[in-house]
């Protein structure tokens, strides 16, 4: 099974790894609108991925869709994406926004295919810049060429999706992008903390700091304790279904790496330990070269076949 909390040991983390800033610090969230959204998961076994379909009965959003590839013939599928898809016309309703909470490396992005196929558009945090620049030594594109995000989210920048609004938390840690999504009493936390029995996620991919980590997982927790809480991976432990929803208040009691009393201190240390035990996610390379890129997938080449990029000794 792969796992997000793998690791490569060997990449360098940000000249600003742990220090603190306006993307970090204890501001206030503001009030939201008191409309909590209706939620539909779907989990993908093959890549322990939670997509949401986050809704109010008429516009919603896609959260973190999963595109099927197979490592080992290169097949891709829309299989997972279909189940989306079927949900989403089932109860009639309109896709706004297709949300990524970062740039995955344990899965292909099926936003490009949800847009063509219901609309709606491809958004992730504006920090993605950085990620991209982080790559930028294996996967260069010449200016122009890249293909764009339809929007990129300021930190605790608002969306609307019909009645519901959304706030965009940044952050950072796992990625220098990484976002939350709050709406009404939910928040989607993308890849900080993982189910209370499985802890937290790794923090040494490029751009990683196990210090600002701590700190974004200390702001979600300063929620209110009933807020639901849905991971956007599940790992389960031998014997333990997959589960993806908890609260403020289960992870402050219960979460194995962050519950309350756990220092800055102690998390970095038990992070960077655990983190140089990692290996590589299985599909990292497939997945940063086409989420970095807004989840497009390559041109064909002159024979009609589309090539991904396997960079041979660079990490
Ligand atoms: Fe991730």
Known sequence: MLRTDRADN?????????????????????????????????????????????HDGRDCAIIDPVLDYDPRSGRTATTSADAVVAFVRDHGLTPVWLLETHAHAD???????????????????????????????????????????????APDEVLTIGTLQLQALHVPGHTPADLAYR??????????????????????????????????????????????????????????????????????????????GVTEQQFVEMRTRRDATLPMPVLILPAIQVNISAGQLPEAEANGVRYLKIPLDAF
Request: with cysteine; proline share 7%.
């Open 10 to 54: 060997n990449v360098p983390l940000s000249k600003t790894c742990g220090r603190r800033s306006n993307a970090v610090s204890d501001i206030n969230f503001i009030i939201m609108s008191a409309m909590n959204p209706q939620i539909q998961a779907f989990f993908d076994a093959a890549t322990g991925t939670v997509t949401y379909v986050v």
């Open 107 to 153: 899965h292909l992005s099926a936003a490009p295919y949800l847009k063509q196929v219901l609309g709606g558009r491809i958004a992730i945090g504006s920090h993605i810049a950085d990620v991209q620049q982080a790559f930028a030594r294996v996967f260069p594109q010449a200016p122009g060429v890249r293909r764009e995000f339809d929007h990129l989210i």
């Open 183 to 260: 709406i009404g009493d939910a928040v989607f936390v993308g890849d900080t903390l993982f189910m209370p029995d499985v802890g937290s996620a790794r923090c040494d991919f490029p751009g990683g700091c196990a210090a600002t980590l701590y700190r974004s997982v200390r702001r979600l927790l300063a929620l209110p304790p009933a807020t639901r809480l849905f991971m956007c991976h599940d790992y389960p432990p031998a014997g333990r279904p997959a589960r993806w929803e908890t609260t403020v208040a289960e992870q402050r009691a219960h979460n194995i790496h962050m519950h309350d």
